[in-house]
């Protein structure tokens, strides 16, 4: 029998290219440096980050993404996201991130 890794996400996930910055945060604070990256994929529970250069986090960590204006109109702020990293490949400095839904 071929081994057949089992799909633990809900809900679909969805091709994008977005850039960010991000931060990691605790006690309402952000904690260490801005990093810089794209959003590779989504889906209602997470998302796929790429990075522009390693940045040191650990699994649990809090965080602040900012998706940035695409449109051609400056007036649009970035949008604010919050996450918790679940996974991360240093070597290809991709993260794994639970969205938050509202909670601090």
């Known amino acids: 029998m071929a081994n ?3 799909e ?3 809900h ?4 994008i290219k977005l850039p960010i910055a991000l931060f990691s945060f605790g006690d309402g604070e952000r904690i260490g440096e ?9 889906s209602v529970d997470g ?3 790429i990075l522009n250069k390693v940045c040191e986090f ?3 960590d809090k965080f ?5 204006n695409q449109m051609e109109r400056e007036s649009v702020p970035p949008v604010e996201i919050r996450a918790v990293l679940v996974w991360q490949d240093r070597d290809s ?8 839904h509202g909670e601090n």
């Open 12 to 15: 679909p996930r969805r091709i």
């Open 47 to 49: 998302v796929k980050v």
């Open 34 to 42: 801005f990093c810089f990256g794209e959003i590779l994929d989504a």
């Open 64 to 68: 602040v993404i900012y998706a940035m």
């Open 58 to 60: 650990k699994v649990g």
């Open 4 to 6: 057949i890794k089992s």
């Open 93 to 100: 400095g991709s993260l794994g991130m639970k969205l938050m």
């Open 8 to 10: 633990r996400r809900n």
